[in-house]
């Protein structure tokens, strides 16, 4: 008896080590087991931009091979060390050390995206969620420690997370590049070109194309609300999650600054054309670039061609095409970035400079807080953040489509929580669920997050967050703005910054004439 328990444990163990193939395009790719999850990393979408392919509309991928392995990632696309900085710091914060995060490998060969999926049956017909990161669009990776998809695919989505080229080489033109089939907004095509992709292939990992939900923070969010506005994207992907966004598209360029700005690095590395600029080492453009423009940041342009419109013009019209979000905000969105000797005259002297929120009047409302920063914070949050969101999810309703608003406030309940509270980026590890070994991460945090992604993953397969034994989650209509607590409270709550919200809806509706606070 022993003896044939023993067998067939063997036997399973040998067919759940056996490496996970599925065909695409011809290639054979082999992946691997991540427990349950098949995982099949660095896969190409397109042809490398190099050379001639640098500033240029990405290419279907013509190199193919018999068999690839797919069992490790590829490098990230060119930037500097900015966000894994950012990640080494938040370790000390919390009492790690930087060593906790390896070096980065980076490349303009960066084309690759990554799939986890419980099921590589086509029948399987699961939702997609397409995960595009952040990182001011200068700098991040699809494979980032709290990006990986093995938890939220064990829990019935395929999900998917998208590399894009950054800074100078995706967000960039030139005075050569008119009439080109992409004329900037390069990383924005680059994720287009990943949605083709998805389209023609996933079904063979179990995904439903019809069921292609993009979400994604900061930046990446941002990009996602773009591309809801732009044609040759709108059809590639049915809802949108948007987590920690939606003032950053307000004050979008146009094709003319993304020329000037290409011009001028050209003319800072001596090239003379944008033939002489492809031939340039890219890391010397790199640190060119980053010497003379390091401030600058990489919105999606209005280049008119693939983005046709500015996105709050879109959003003031209510032109959303079919996409239903779900949006949100951490509490704490700015704190671990303030200064901890500023004062409350910091404060008042930046509330007179947000005029989207009321100017001077906005001081009124912040002033009884006792820590400046809690402040500071609430203003900048709210300017940058929850009032947008809240705005952008009332016109969702309003034009006849579905929104739902998340406020995302639970901290680590260790040291390092209590200094930046609720931060920016603090809720992926909960969606993703997958949390970093140095933060305190309790049973209340391990059940918050497994609801999160059950919210998640219903609004990605069904277009609705609610589900049986969830706690409801309202939409969020003008008549009653209500908001989901996610934090040590789950539930409703009414709509967060009234006071500052609505100075911010009246500055919308007259136009939005002055360059909100960055």
């Known amino acids: 008896m022993h003896g044939l328990i023993a067998l067939a444990l063997i036997l399973i163990f040998a067919g759940c080590s056996r490496a996970p193939a599925v065909t695409v395009d011809g290639e054979r790719l082999l992946g691997r087991y991540e427990g349950t999850v098949a995982a099949f990393r660095g896969i190409p979408f397109a042809e490398p931009p190099l050379g001639k392919l640098r500033w240029a509309a990405p290419q279907p991928l013509a190199s193919r091979v018999d068999r690839r392995d797919a069992t490790r990632f590829a490098a990230a696309c060119m930037q500097t060390m900015r966000i894994l900085d950012w990640y080494r710091d938040m370790a000390e914060t919390f009492g790690a050390s930087r060593d906790y995060y390896a070096d980065l490998e980076v490349s303009e060969d960066c084309l690759y995206l990554n799939v986890w999926t419980r099921s590589l049956n086509p029948d399987s017909r699961l939702p997609v969620m397409v995960w595009i990161h952040g990182g001011s669009n ?36 030139h005075p050569d590049l008119d009439g080109s089939d992409a004329l900037a907004n390069f990383g924005l095509w680059d994720i287009v070109a990943a949605l083709r992709w998805i389209q023609d292939n996933i079904e063979s990992s179990g995904g439903d194309p019809d069921r292609v939900t993009l979400f994604g923070e900061s930046a990446g969010a941002e990009n996602i609300l773009a591309l809801m506005m732009a044609e040759p994207a709108r059809d590639l992907f049915h809802r949108g999650v948007l987590q920690s966004n939606a003032g950053f598209g307000i004050d979008m360029p146009g094709l003319d600054d993304e020329t000037a700005r290409g011009a001028g690095l050209a003319e800072l ?83 007179r400079e947000l005029p989207s929120i009321g100017g001077t009047n906005a001081y009124s409302l912040v002033d009884d807080e006792t820590d400046p920063r809690r402040a500071m914070d609430r203003l900048l949050t709210a300017e940058g953040m929850i009032c947008p969101s809240q705005s952008l999810a009332v016109r969702r309703t309003d034009s006849g489509g579905k929104a739902w608003v998340y406020w995302f ?83 409703p709550v009414p709509a967060i910054e009234p006071g500052l919200c609505r100075a911010f809806e009246q500055w919308i509706e007259n136009g939005a004439q002055s360059t909100p606070h960055r």
Do not use: C
């Open 409 to 491: 406030t639970r901290q680590r309940e260790d040291a390092g929580g209590e200094k930046v509270g609720a931060y920016h980026g603090a809720e992926y590890p909960y969606v993703f669920g997958v949390h970093d070994d140095y933060m305190a991460t309790t049973d209340y945090d391990r059940r918050l997050s497994a609801l999160m992604q059950r919210y998640w993953i219903n609004f990605a397969a069904t277009g609705d967050p609610n589900g049986s034994e969830l706690p409801a989650w309202p939409l969020f209509e003008r008549a009653d703005p209500l908001v989901m607590e996610l934090g040590d409270n789950v539930g």
């Open 138 to 173: 200068k700098s991040g990776w699809s494979y980032e420690d709290n990006y990986r998809g093995q938890v939220l695919a064990s829990q019935g989505a395929v999900v998917v997370t998208v590399a894009y080229r950054h800074g100078l080489f995706g967000f960039l033109s």
């Open 269 to 351: 590395v001596g090239a003379a054309s944008l033939d002489a600029m492809r031939k340039i080492d890219a890391a010397r453009l790199l640190e060119a670039y980053t010497e003379h423009f390091d401030d600058h940041y990489h919105s999606p342009a209005n280049d008119g061609q693939l983005i046709e419109a500015s996105t709050w013009d879109a959003i003031r019209r209510g032109d959303f095409g079919d996409h239903d979000i779900l949006i949100g905000t951490n509490r704490d969105e700015w704190l671990d970035s303030i200064d901890s000797d500023i004062s409350m005259d910091d404060v008042a002297q930046a509330a």
